[in-house]
């Protein structure tokens, strides 16, 4: 499966196998609200070994509340969160 941003600078490459049992996530947290822009964030996660990117991204670091770091991505020119 290939994921592109917008823009189309930026691409996630996932094999199929790996891609059907990605971790589904919804949240309705504030910061998921702002990162998105919308009343929750969809999110699905893959193991980072699993993926593979391509173009230029920019990461963003929070601590959520369970105390943990959290880092997002997102592309620079466009702000598709990847
Ligand atoms: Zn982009
Ligand atoms: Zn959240």
Redesign the pocket.
């Given at each position: 499966m290939e994921a592109r941003c917008q823009c189309g600078q930026l691409r996630a490459e996932i094999p199929e196998d790996v891609a059907r049992l990605g971790a589904r996530?919804m949240?309705?947290?504030?910061?998921?609200?702002r990162?998105t822009g919308s009343p929750?964030?969809l999110m699905v996660y893959f193991p980072r070994e699993d993926v593979i990117l391509s173009g230029e991204s920019t990461e963003y670091t929070r601590i959520?509340?369970s105390g943990n770091e959290l880092t997002h991505g997102f592309c620079p020119t466009c702000g598709t969160p990847f």
């Open positions: 996530v949240c309705h947290c504030k910061a998921c609200q990162r929750f964030g959520a509340d």
